[in-house]
């Protein structure tokens, strides 16, 4: 099995994918439409994504799984096809990939307020497996828990893949800065409280994603780091800060702009850099320009 862990280890900086959501939409998906059900029902759609960014010269892409969870799937009466999908997500990205590059499964929240009781903790565990189970089975070198803003939900997801796979782990947190300046997660979870719980529930790799761009990011893995100073930090930043222009959500940084601050990043810290929502495969060609393999 490769291990992206002892890539990093040589002190290689990887490149990793970019917005999947921004281009499964320009591909006809619809509003209130399942993402994930497309790994089946347009296949071709989301292979020629996962390779417009193999193409782009990504190390790393992820899957088209991110609401795969049979918490989220149930919104669409699809949680008995849990597995089905995600297996496929991985096939995909393992076909865009070959053999040389490394595929990390997505694995987003569930929507689920564990401190609120809603479902008990075992439900959430058993679909958390479900679904690591299945990217395994589908190919995935690793997993990434990812835009997550609750620790309880977050342990409880490493702790089930670390548990039920033999796969590497990375988990990612959202942050936003608050109006005294620090960041948060929508839960009040800090950069720093992230670390050390994260590493006791089996993380190989933390670090954080979405709700900003690199200015935002290079503060976030500055506290990360002011923790530990050894554990591989993954970034998946926005395009920016979002602005409305004529009505819709525009993300204002082109590919030149985030290129231009990757060096920032990694002086600081970072060790896996990619997108999120606003980036594209130009972004992600111009990072990886960027940056000397």
Not at 30 to 44: D, K, V
Not at 176 to 201: H, Q
Request: proline share 4%; aromatic share 4%.
């Amino acid at each position: 099995m490769k291990s992206l862990l002892k890539v990093l280890d040589t002190g290689k900086i990887l490149i990793s994918d970019g917005a999947w959501g921004t281009l499964l939409q320009g591909r006809g998906l619809q509003p209130g439409e399942c993402p994930e059900l497309w790994n089946i029902s347009h296949r071709t759609d989301v292979l020629s994504i996962a390779r417009s960014y193999v193409d782009a010269g990504a190390d790393i892409i992820l899957t088209n799984s991110f609401g795969g969870s049979p918490s989220k799937l149930k919104h669409y009466e699809l949680d008995d096809r849990t597995a089905e999908i995600n297996q496929a997500a991985a096939a995909i990205s393992r076909e865009a990939s070959g053999e040389k590059g490394f595929v990390l499964g997505s694995m987003g929240p569930t929507g689920v307020i564990l401190m609120m009781g809603e479902v008990p903790e075992e439900t959430l565990y058993e679909g958390f497996c479900i679904q690591a189970k299945a990217l395994e089975k589908g190919g995935v070198d690793g997993l990434c828990i990812e835009t997550m803003s609750a620790l309880d939900e977050a342990c409880l997801a490493v702790r089930a893949v670390k548990e039920s796979t033999s796969l590497e782990i990375a988990c990612t947190f959202t942050f936003e800065r608050t109006v005294s300046g620090d960041f948060r997660t929508m839960m009040g979870v800090s950069p720093s409280e992230i670390v050390g719980a994260l590493i006791e529930a089996g993380a190989d790799i933390i670090g954080t994603n979405c709700g900003n761009g690199f200015d935002g990011m290079i503060d976030i893995v500055k506290e990360i780091r002011q923790i530990d100073s050894k554990i591989p930090v993954l970034v998946h930043a926005n395009a920016g800060k979002p602005v409305v222009q004529d009505g819709k959500t525009v993300f204002p940084e082109t590919p030149e702009m985030m290129a231009a601050k990757v060096d920032k990043l990694i002086h600081v810290g970072a060790n896996i850099i990619g997108g999120c929502c606003g980036t594209t495969p130009d972004h992600i060609r111009a990072l990886t320009k960027a940056i000397v393999h």
